[in-house]
């Protein structure tokens, strides 16, 4: 849902799942749904602040860390914002 022109993507893998590359096929499909969709919005993803799995397919994917915020799930998370011009 969009919210102040930002749009936030998120995706859970199952354990068992992991290394399997799916988390990066998620991130991808979910940009490709929202660009057709409204090319003006700004995607953002947040994650824990150490670095793990979904920073690295984040990072791969054209995101840049942007800041830290509160998360009611996670607590200080770091916010990743999408650069539409794949610069890192």
Not at 11 to 18: K, P, S, V
């Amino acid at each position: 849902m969009e919210k102040n022109g930002r749009v936030e993507i998120a995706y859970l893998i199952l354990r068992d799942c992991e290394g399997q590359g799916m988390a990066s096929f998620a991130c991808k499909a979910l940009l490709d749904l929202v660009h057709p969709t409204d090319s003006t919005l700004t995607v953002i993803a947040k994650t824990e602040p150490e670095k793990n799995a979904s920073t690295k397919i984040l990072k791969k994917n054209h995101f840049v860390l942007t800041d830290t915020v509160q998360d009611e799930e996670i607590g200080d998370a770091g916010l990743w914002t999408y650069n539409k011009n794949g610069e890192r």
